[in-house]
């Protein structure tokens, strides 16, 4: 029997939880690509290959960004790729790892590990560019209400960048709950601008469902029409993104938010933008086309409507951010990224992180950004390399899904994924002629993410490797320690990386200072490639006789590793753990850059610079501060 306050029963609670969720998709999610229009249309007419302002090229425009928003973001991601999710968590680590985890390496196992990284890499370009670029045309909308305000638009844009990235330390839990709001504003008020010239000129709806006006304009200027792929692909930049974000909300909740909401209000926004420019004189259409999304308003409602633009690449801005923050947090617990430090910014939300260091890179190179090519339109140039580039990744990724995983048919994958690779490969190629032009830019970004994320990988591996060399198996140390040693009261806990043999800190200790502790714990901390690990399933201990025991703690690659939390209510090795009587014993590696077979001399200095500058393991596992001591060693590798 239900309640006579909820006749509807426990579904009716349901459904109200998937459309809060779908709200505060629209203000978290949406706003990458929400505030496209504002750069989009214009940059495909105006950019650094300009079109001719008729009705084949407008029609032709108007038809690809269409198909583009229907074959990439609504079938490739929103329909399929988000089906392929980590336990409900989504993007290219997260993808990376469900294969790796159902496929095993294989031989081509190296080539997708390779691919995913470089995808996280050139997503780092991509975080550079979206605040630049979004706030930057947003504010670029004075010069339509006053054109002597040109002068500020640099020091605003510049100022407002500033502003967002000092407030990411406070975190976003207070301002968030503006997010939805914020954005279901913009988000309709684009859709009415759009509207009010589409049922003037109706005939735009048909132009753009209609894929003729897009083949015909590949017919009639086939190398300007590919030049257009470059900018239409804007239009679809924050498809990614939908992703990514995945884990935070659920499929459910996107798929409402994008097909009933979100992308009807860009499309109606397209298609006004596109009338609007058809309706006037040449002469009228050349000077509209330099930033039609603020036209579309009445002269009184312009100053508004850069007001709340402004407001939705803040927002938009801001999701870029803290997705920086959560794939830099990924990479960390796969093993990808040095240790940094991270701090939680609150205390209900897990997700919601703050890491100094990639902020600050961020900001630095943000402003650079503007300063650099002064106007949204340069950027623009620059804009969507990235994109595509991890787009055409995720293609390559999701063909391994579909014939490694989900076992499809070839007869259904080898034409969906030929249609997926022609699209994504076309947009790639075509912004690959903006790389002198700024594309460079996020390419260069790319790379050398790429090779930091890939030598840390690499080194580590290298270095455990040099470390087991030189291991000594525990059975034989227990035996031989412990009725040699001095027994003292009290908990020494020995970090370990490696789940078998002697901890170095542990034989430093026991060289040195000649004592060993009641009980010894030798604990190992293992990063799961799953979002998280199940409370009970956290913690594995083995005992090893005369009170030395060897812990695992699990955890997935979105769980923060706190140890003294996990260790407090473990009582399988003894009494529980007292903080106060507990010592916790770290190995500090310093590495020796060596000549020998593993990594070329120059990725061994830059390893090596990476360690000295990786957080603390202290600082990481949360350990109390009073309790720690750390022991050194030096390594070659």
């Known amino acids: 029997m239900t309640g006579p306050h909820n006749p509807h029963g426990p579904s009716s609670d349901r459904h109200d939880g998937i459309a809060k969720l779908a709200v505060a998709a ?78 095993g390496r294989g031989k081509i196992g190296p080539l997708i590990v390779l691919l995913g990284v470089f995808a996280t890499a050139l997503f780092y370009g991509d975080s550079m560019i979206t605040p630049a670029i979004s706030v930057l045309s947003a504010v670029e909308g004075l010069t339509v209400v006053r054109s002597e305000l040109e002068p500020l638009v640099l020091p605003i844009a510049v100022g407002l960048l500033v502003f967002l990235f000092m407030l990411q330390s406070r975190g976003t839990a207070k301002v968030g709950a503006w997010f939805g709001p914020i954005m279901l504003v913009y988000f309709v008020t684009i859709s009415v601008l759009g509207l009010n010239q589409v049922v003037r000129h109706p005939e735009i709806i048909l132009a753009m469902i209609n894929p003729w006006y897009a083949i015909q304009f590949f017919m009639i200027d086939g ?66 086309i330099r930033n039609p999304f603020f036209l579309l308003a009445p002269e009184a409602l312009r100053l508004p409507l850069v007001i709340l633009a402004t407001m ?39 997700g919601q992180i703050y890491i100094p260091v990639i902020n600050w ?37 999701l063909a391994v899904v579909l014939f490694s995983l989900w076992k499809w048919k070839p007869w259904v994958a080898v ?100 004592v060993l502790h009641e009980r010894v714990i030798v604990l190992t901390v293992t990063i799961e490639d799953i979002p998280y690990v199940e409370t009970c399933d956290v913690v594995e201990t083995q005992d090893l006789g005369q009170g030395f025991y060897r812990m695992k703690l699990r955890y997935g690659f979105m769980q923060e590793t706190d140890i003294p939390k996990a260790l407090s209510p473990v009582n399988v090795c003894g009494p529980r ?10 190995s500090r590696q310093t590495l020796i850059a060596a000549p020998k077979p593993g990594m070329a001399l120059w990725r061994e200095k830059l390893f090596a610079w990476m360690l000295r500058n990786a957080a603390t393991a202290m600082e990481f596992f949360k350990l109390p501060t009073n309790r720690v001591v750390e022991l050194g060693s030096q390594v070659e590798i």
């Not at 803290?322 to 897990?350: C, D, E």
């Not at 034989?476 to 001095?486: E, N, Q, Y």
């Not at 753990?577 to 014993?585: C, G, I, L, V």
């Open 361 to 397: 890179l961020l900001m630095a190179a943000v402003i650079l950004l503007v300063l650099m090519f002064e106007n949204s339109s340069n950027l623009a140039a620059a804009y969507g390399i990235a994109v595509t580039g991890a787009m055409f990744i995720d293609t390559c990724l």
């Open 577 to 586: 753990f007292d903080m106060m009587q507990t010592s916790f014993f770290l």
């Open 415 to 514: 034409p969906l994924l030929g249609i997926f690779f022609l699209v994504d490969g076309a947009y790639f190629a075509a912004n690959l002629t903006k790389v002198p032009d700024g594309g460079w830019f996020p390419l260069l970004v790319g790379v050398v993410a790429f090779t930091m994320l890939t030598t840390w990988s690499k080194g580590r591996l290298l270095m455990r490797q040099r470390m087991q060399e030189a291991a000594m198996p525990m059975e034989i140390f227990v035996k031989s320690a412990a009725g040699s040693a001095t027994r003292v009261p009290g908990t020494a806990i020995f970090m370990s990386s490696e789940p078998t043999g002697v901890p170095h800190a542990l034989l430093h200790n026991m060289k040195h200072n000649k």
């Open 312 to 350: 939705a690449t803040f927002i938009a801005s801001q999701a870029v951010i803290s997705g920086a923050f959560s794939v830099t947090h990924q990479a960390i617990q796969l093993g990808f990224m040095p240790r940094l430090t991270i701090k939680h910014t609150s205390a209900s939300t897990q």
């Open 223 to 288: 190398w300007l029409a590919f030049l257009a792929l470059g900018s239409v692909v804007l239009a679809v930049t924050g498809a990614e993104a939908l992703y990514a974000d995945m884990g935070h909300f659920g499929r459910r909740p996107l798929r409402i938010s994008w097909f009933w909401f979100v992308m009807p209000a860009l499309l109606f926004n397209y298609m006004g933008q596109a009338a609007m420019i058809l309706s006037l004189p040449v002469a009228e259409a050349q000077e509209a």
């Open 26 to 103: 629209i203000g978290v999610v949406f706003g990458d690509i929400g505030t496209s229009p504002l750069y989009a249309f214009r940059e495909t007419f105006a950019g650094h290959h300009p079109l001719a302002l008729d009705a084949i090229h407008v029609y032709g425009v108007i038809s690809l960004i269409f198909w583009s928003m229907t074959l990439v973001v609504s079938i490739q991601y929103v329909t399929i790729l988000m089906r392929a999710d980590n336990k409900g968590q989504g993007g290219s680590l997260a993808l990376l790892a469900l294969i790796s985890r159902s496929t």
